[in-house]
């Protein structure tokens, strides 16, 4: 089992960075893929990237496709989100998921992942 802590979300205005990290417990994280979702409020919950267990392989949304980098560490159980050239229309709840790696199929299906953070708050303004 695992179980994930989402942090890094705040308050930036459009143009600007922000660095959401993802602390995973239990010693198997290597061994899940692992996501990052964002929902906001009304639209449901979307896939933003995905990477594999090595970290060799990822998978971004079109929309953040050149902005945003994941990059993970298994050695201290993290997985990280980089966001820059934020927009207001990437203000939304981002969450952290992990999915076991006999569940095959695109990062962005949600109904893979079997853990979730418990999301962070990211708003841009214009």
């Known amino acids: 089992q695992v179980q994930l802590a989402d942090s890094g979300g705040g308050l930036v205005q459009a143009g600007g960075s922000l660095r959401l990290s993802c602390a995973a417990s239990g010693r198997t994280f290597s061994s899940y893929h692992m996501g990052w979702f964002r929902q906001a409020p009304g639209k449901e919950r979307e896939v933003v990237a995905g990477i594999s267990t090595g970290g060799s392989i990822t998978y971004y949304a079109d929309s953040v496709r050149g902005r945003f980098t994941i990059s993970r560490d298994n050695a201290k159980n993290t997985v990280s989100l980089q966001m820059n050239s934020l927009k207001p229309e990437d203000t939304a709840v981002y969450y952290c998921?992990?999915?076991?790696?006999?569940?095959?199929?695109?990062?962005?299906?949600?109904?893979?992942?079997?853990?979730w953070g418990q999301g962070t708050q990211v708003t841009v303004s214009s």
């Open positions: 998921a992990a999915r076991p790696t006999y569940k095959s199929g695109s990062y962005s299906s949600r109904g893979l992942y079997d853990y």
